[in-house]
């Protein structure tokens, strides 16, 4: 079963405008990663959170995690076209013995 | 860029044939994963690799087989196809020392099986 969820699965928005897309976990974790996929190229990493972090910060991300609320937000401001991808969250937890355990995703389109 | 090539890139097969998947570093990173992502599903892992010789199932290892007999390549065997197994597969590495810490992926093969 999927650890992470994304919502929403899909958003579209115009560019300029900030994205935001959240993820939601079952169990406590060690940390928690981004990842960015352009339609049919391989992920990208964007940012890794730790379990002891509650914000971090890379370029136009910003990524939050609520661990009493098993959930985390990725904001990507000021979007721009070129952010038009598929967003994945993947959580690190013990009980799957330290792997990736990845969510279905959110799709985001920028229009222009 | 961690130096991640896949071969083939894309692959047509039949049911029932052999097909072996190919993922190759540049770099002599110790961890190595095979997985396959699906509409709907996110990224599943199928097997995973953390030194030569050594390698442990995934989540859907059902159907698959892997080596890796060199650090720099890791191999995805399916020993008897199946419409099932037609997915995009991806492998991906892991550069820091910890299992727990970024991945960076491959290209991806498009696998149809007919």
């Known amino acids: 079963s999927q650890q992470g969820e994304e919502d929403p699965q899909a958003l579209s928005i115009q560019e300029g405008e900030n994205a935001t897309m959240n993820c939601s976990y079952k169990t406590s974790i060690n940390n928690l990663q981004w990842y960015r996929q352009n339609s049919g190229r391989g992920l990208v990493h964007l940012i890794l959170?730790?379990?002891n972090e509650r914000e971090k910060h890379s370029g136009r991300l910003r990524v939050t995690l609520d661990t009493s609320k098993k959930s985390s937000s990725l904001l990507i401001t000021a979007s721009r076209a070129a952010d038009t991808a598929s967003y994945f969250c993947?959580?690190?937890?013990?009980?799957?013995?330290?792997?990736?355990?990845w969510g279905a995703g959110t799709k985001l389109i920028i229009k222009p | 860029d961690a130096g991640i090539t896949q071969s083939p890139r894309h692959k047509v097969t039949e049911t029932g044939t052999p097909v072996t998947l190919r993922c190759h570093q540049t770099?002599?990173?110790?961890?190595m994963y095979w997985y396959r992502q699906d509409p709907g599903h996110g990224l599943r892992l199928i097997h995973y690799s953390y030194g030569v010789k050594d390698t442990d199932k995934g989540e859907v290892s059902d159907g698959y087989s892997v080596s890796r007999s060199k650090t720099e390549d890791f191999l995805l065997t399916l020993e008897s196809a199946t419409s099932s197994q037609t997915s995009v597969y991806f492998c991906a590495i892991s550069v820091a020392a910890s299992v727990t810490d970024t991945q960076y992926f491959g290209p991806g093969t498009r696998l149809t099986v007919l």
């Open positions: 993947a959580t690190v937890y013990q009980r799957s013995n330290y792997q990736l355990i």
């Open positions: 770099e002599n990173h110790r961890y």
């Open positions: 959170i730790r379990s």
